[in-house]
Structure formats: C-alpha cells, structure tokens
C-alpha cells in the first residue's frame, strides 16, 4: 500500500498557511502521510500558473493525492477519515 500524499498551496508571508503546515506537520508525524508545500507564487514565477490562477484566492489549500480536500484550514475529521 503507498502513503498518501498532502500538499499545502501556500505563499510566501501568509502566517495562516504557516500555521495549517504546522498543524499538517504534527499529523503526517501521526498519520503517516508525506507532507509537500507549494508555493503558487514561485510555481507561477517558474512557468506553471496553473496552481495560482485556479487555487489563490483561497490559500492555504490542502490537497489529498492531488485532489482538492480543504481550504483555509484543515478540517482535521475529515482528513482523518480519508487517510483510513
């Protein structure tokens, strides 16, 4: 079975994606998941505005195995269940 994989959509100065990284962090030490963080700002600065054209308006995003799970904030229920 693979480890699931999170990533956190971020930008740099935004002190609320640094708090739901942490907050990701603590759990993928539990849970056992992989944990990336993007930058939509430097991903788009690099050739891919893909991320920040569709995602930042509304970061921090979490997404689970590529696919959008939260914004905002982690819902922590949620992603509890889904990594089950």
């Known amino acids: 079975m693979s480890r699931h994989r999170v990533e956190l959509l971020t930008r740099a100065g935004c002190l609320i994606c640094a708090r739901v990284y942490d907050q990701l962090a603590d759990l993928a030490t539990e849970l056992g998941f992989e944990l990336a963080a993007t930058d939509v700002d430097a991903a788009a600065a690099a050739g891919n505005p893909g991320l920040r054209a569709e995602f930042g308006d509304r970061l921090p995003v979490v ?20 990594l089950a």
């Open 63 to 82: 997404l689970l195995d590529g696919r959008e799970h939260s914004y905002w904030e982690v819902d922590e229920d949620r992603l509890r269940a889904d």
